[in-house]
């Protein structure tokens, strides 16, 4: 008893096929201007925070889902946010690594023939 053959199948629309194919390999990222990535002052004595929860949280995200390293993640970033005309700073990656220890950064995935939308919240949110 052999292997099953695999059905074949034959294009009959190559300029659909084409533009399926690239559609997979585009990315779309979107950062709210209103978005606090500096927070507050907090009023207590020490140095204050540079950077917000969410900043914290966004720089995760992209190193969670594009499986990259700190200082990576760092440079990918600040990258989006000039190419955006952003001028905030991005936290360095010891930075990153020590408040990633407070932060859980959970993406679900789902399974689905539709784009991937991801969504930076535009306000920290308390967890």
Known sequence: MGRPIPPSYKIK???AYNKAL??????????????IWVPPPTGKRGRQPQCSDAAIQACLTMKVLF????RQTTGFVESLLRLV???WA???????????????????????????????PS?????
């Open 85 to 87: 005309g952003l001028d």
């Open 67 to 70: 499986g990259m390293a700190l």
């Open 123 to 127: 306000r920290d949110i308390p967890t």
């Open 22 to 35: 690239k559609q997979r390999g585009s990315l779309t990222i979107w950062f709210d201007p209103d978005m």
């Open 90 to 120: 991005v936290p360095d990656f010891s930075t990153l690594s020590r408040r990633q220890k407070s932060l859980a950064v959970n993406i679900p995935h789902h399974g689905s023939k539709e784009p991937l939308n991801l969504l930076i």
């Open 13 to 15: 629309n190559w300029p």
